[in-house]
């Protein structure tokens, strides 16, 4: 509460209560304030923002007396009188059921089937949308973060400070305009939040001093000494040149962003860093209006991440960002197999010829104006001399979310003035996702749900199956087993080979891929299937084969282990079958599923887990943020036989 709990109650008609712990909604269709809590009938008038709030968390946009009494902690007599002066306005609808003598509902809910409904929670900065146009979510997305896609409940949406910090507006005024054109209305809550964020992003700034050297600049003194010159030392800097500019260490640059951005200040990179030489770039593919998009917003900030599902077509709008800087570019990828795909399509979708791309990595070292490299060629100290001493005009970063790594990291200390990664899914399990966007760049995107409703990108059908126990032998080893052993076993339930047949004799002609965490188990199900094992042990030229095998169409079966996770493109895969590797993060489920997000329809994802296992739950941790992202995720028990179970 607000207010002194000791204050006598006979002034509380006399000032505002309102609720720390949770906030009233407010929407387009209702002007009532967004902070009133419920107080008793006759201090107060029943707001319709009240049975939002009960209809939040209720979970249904139609509730009886008795549910709202439960969700406002108010007495049934008290709720059933509110009801009565809100239908008594205009607000409210009654309807009497057999089930229940009368049911309510907003009034505007008797056309919600022609037109969306915004619902903002100010305090939790959170937005639900029912029925969003496409309109409203490129505006959106603007500033705020799809966090669940849920068909009847809706889409929800949460401003966090990056979204804030990362937003495409030359002014918080901009911002603003957006705000209100996405949300229908104003509200001050949160835009004030999110004005105090705009001014976060902009106490700092790298700058390049006339002599040549970096500086690091604060719109204030005060900005300057109570944050930065706590934060950094000499590892950073090497003396204050006035009261709001530091000397920056030269190669110091991307550890001050990061640093600076934990404690919730992102730098704004103004730095006069070398373009490279031109090279001019002509894209020979049409982009899609939301790569269009990407790109544009890639262009005002100079940096950034596009973020999209797999098959939306990031590396294409890479090469879309590449032909607008017109610059010479490094490539970062996680191996010599995605390296070798990125030269093959970079050759095919624009001018370049052959001889202006090269490939750096174990296979082969060749150094050209466009140049595909593998991150652990590129952070090694023998190797970053010869990327260090081109100017780049762009640096790529493909599967960034791999950035964080201390391994990686070394990449990112390669200077451009333009810098771009991609992901299909920048979360990471240690929680050091924020750091992609502070060694790479914001975060560009377009929402899954809205790629799967426009048909860009085919929405894959997802099915958990849970499997029983081949044999007793190994049912008894798991009951005795501990740790990391009794997942391996459970892992490797070869109960899971019969129903790996079962699933492709229910689907002849599909081209699949079963995946697979463990060796041992790979090559036995290779065995038992009469199918290549393909494995971080097979030569590249006989991966290469694979692969060129399965996309002419003249294998329609693969066993892969981890090494199909990332940098393998499969455009033609209509089923994967996920037999071990849910103790996995959350983003290998992403990738593995994204295996079959092609623009073709149809595909299918079956996670297969031994029932009454751990497995089981990781399978639901492993999907769940798949289901937000507007993903149906089914759950199905199977028999002994491997068909379904009623």
Not at 180 to 187: C, E, I, S, V
Not at 227 to 253: M, N
């Amino acid at each position: 509460m607000t207010d002194d709990s000791s204050s006598d109650a006979d002034d509380r008609t006399e000032r505002e209560v309102t609720d720390e712990t949770d906030d009233a909604p407010s929407s387009a269709a209702d002007e009532a304030s967004t902070d009133s809590e419920p107080t008793p009938l006759e201090d107060d008038e029943p707001t319709i923002a009240e049975f939002h709030d009960a209809s939040q968390r209720e979970g249904t946009p139609v509730l009886t007396a008795a549910a709202v009494a439960r969700a406002l902690e108010i007495p049934h007599e008290d709720a059933s009188e509110r009801l009565e002066l809100l239908a008594d306005r205009g607000e409210l609808e009654r309807l009497s059921v057999s089930t229940d003598p009368v049911v309510w509902y907003p009034s505007e809910f008797e056309d919600l089937t022609d037109r969306e409904r915004v619902v903002v929670f100010p305090k939790r900065r959170e937005i639900v949308v029912d029925r969003p146009d496409q309109f409203t979510r490129a505006q959106l997305s603007q500033f705020a973060h799809l966090a669940d896609a849920n068909g009847e409940q809706g889409y929800r949406y949460v401003v966090r400070p990056e979204d804030v910090w990362g937003t495409p507006h030359d002014s918080f005024e901009e911002l603003a305009r957006t705000m209100r054109q996405a949300l229908g209305q104003r509200n001050e809550d949160l835009e004030d939040w999110v004005e105090s964020q705009w001014d976060r992003a902009h106490q700092f700034r790298l700058t390049t001093h006339e002599d040549g050297y970096t500086v690091l600049e604060a719109q204030t003194p005060e900005i300057m000494g109570n944050v930065a010159r706590q934060k950094l030392d000499e590892e950073h800097v090497h003396a204050p040149i006035s009261e709001t500019e530091d000397w920056v260490r030269e190669g110091s640059e991307a550890a001050i962003k990061r640093i600076l951005y934990e404690a919730g200040y992102p730098v704004q990179d103004h730095r006069e860093l070398e373009s490279g030489e031109e090279l001019e770039i002509d894209l020979e593919v049409s982009l899609r209006e939301y790569q269009h998009e990407w790109v544009d917003r890639f262009a005002e900030a100079g940096e950034g991440v596009f973020v999209g599902p797999p098959g939306s077509g990031k590396t294409v709008a890479a090469m879309g960002a590449m032909a607008h800087v017109g610059g010479e570019t490094l490539v970062l990828v996680p191996s010599r197999d995605l390296a070798r795909q990125w030269a093959e399509t970079i050759a095919e979708y624009t001018s370049l010829s052959p001889h202006q791309i090269g490939q750096y990595h174990g296979g082969q070292k060749n150094v050209r104006p466009v140049t595909i490299a593998t991150y652990q060629i590129a952070g090694m100290d023998r190797h970053r001399s010869l990327f260090d001493d081109r100017e780049w005009g762009l640096v790529v970063f493909d599967e960034c979310q791999h950035v964080p790594s201390d391994v990686y990291r070394r990449s990112t200390h390669l200077q451009s003035r333009h810098r771009l990664g991609l992901s299909a899914s920048p979360i990471r399990e240690d929680d050091r996702q924020t750091e992609i966007f502070t060694l790479v760049g914001p975060p560009i995107g377009t929402d899954w749900e809205a790629l799967f409703d426009a048909g860009f990108v085919a929405e894959p059908e997802l099915e958990i199956r849970y499997v029983p126990w081949g044999d007793e032998e190994q049912q008894n080893a798991y009951g005795s087993a501990e740790g990391r052993e009794k997942y391996r076993i459970a892992a490797q339930n070869r109960g899971k080979i019969d129903e790996i047949r079962y699933l492709l004799s229910a689907h002849p002609g599909a081209k699949s891929l079963v995946f697979v965490d463990y060796l041992e188990q790979g090559r036995e199900l290779a065995a038992a299937l009469d199918v290549p094992f393909l494995s971080g042990e097979t030569p590249h030229h006989e991966r290469r084969r694979l692969l060129e095998e399965f996309r002419r169409d003249e294998r329609d079966l693969l066993v892969i282990s981890r090494v199909g996770d990332e940098g393998i493109d499969l455009p033609t895969a209509d089923m994967a079958i996920v037999a071990s590797g849910l103790g996995g993060s959350r983003r290998q489920g992403t990738q593995r599923a994204g295996r079959t997000m092609r623009p073709a329809g149809g595909a299918l994802v079956y996670v297969l887990a031994t029932r009454g296992t751990r497995e089981e739950e990781f399978a639901r941790r492993q999907l769940q943020h798949l289901g937000r992202k507007g993903i149906t995720v089914r759950e199905q028990n199977v028999d002994a036989a491997g068909t379904d179970e009623e």
